[in-house]
């Protein structure tokens, strides 16, 4: 196996939420972060201080829009699970990406440290890795039960990591205010890239708005 390099905007590594070891770190380029106009209202951002705003029984999942047009940027891997995460490749196939929801136990009640601790687990880097590394990001937020659609953007915690054949890229969002156990819903959440070598994982990523979204409802 070939090691990882850790990339300092953010990095480590998860092929399919797989550990790596020897990892040794580089600069990469800055990343993209909330814009301004998404920074109000509870429901129209949630960045890591507005988790304690969340409604401890809001309902909150993934949502995937897969178009079926042949330039579609990304389109579902037949070779999905359907009781395994959901996986879906870009337009190039150079990239595949991996969703994961489940339930995340904590005693920290700080979105951000969550995410961070969460973000170390799925990706095998350690806590001194991820507070060297890990960098602000976001995914996009959308509304299932509300009128009006959502156009923000839900906070993250990155990290990415390169081989000579493969790029990576994490993102993790811990909700600890959701009370999980009385509404059943997962309170962790994360998306995993793996790219092909030279393929930037956050340019991906942003192209991953509109087909992999958030849902939150309270």
Request: hydrophobic share 40%; net charge negative.
């Amino acid at each position: 196996m070939a090691s990882m390099v850790l990339m300092s905007a953010g990095c480590a590594a998860f092929p399919g939420g797989g550990a790596q070891a020897n990892r040794t770190p580089r600069q990469s380029s800055p990343t993209a972060t909330p814009s301004e106009a998404a920074q109000v209202g509870a429901l129209e951002s949630l960045g890591f201080a507005d988790g304690d705003q969340l409604d401890p029984l809001a309902k909150v999942g993934w949502q995937f829009a897969f178009l079926a047009a042949d330039d579609a940027a990304w389109t579902s891997n037949p070779a999905d699970d359907p009781y395994d995460e959901t996986s879906f490749v870009n337009a190039d196939d150079t990239c595949t990406a991996y969703s994961f929801q489940e339930i995340f136990e904590t005693a920290t009640v700080d979105d951000r440290s969550a995410s961070d601790e969460y973000l170390a687990e799925v990706s095998g880097a350690t806590a001194d890795e991820v507070a060297t590394y890990a960098f602000d990001g976001y995914f996009a937020l959308t509304h299932v039960l509300t009128p009006e659609p959502a156009d923000g953007e839900v906070a993250s915690r990155n990290i990415l990591a390169e081989t000579d054949e493969e790029t990576w890229l994490g993102a993790a969002r811990v909700f600890t205010n959701m009370d999980y156990t009385t509404s059943q819903m997962n309170n962790a959440y994360s998306l995993q890239l793996a790219c092909d070598a030279g393929i930037d994982p956050t340019t991906q990523l942003d192209s991953l708005d509109e087909i992999a979204k958030i849902v939150v409802d309270q």
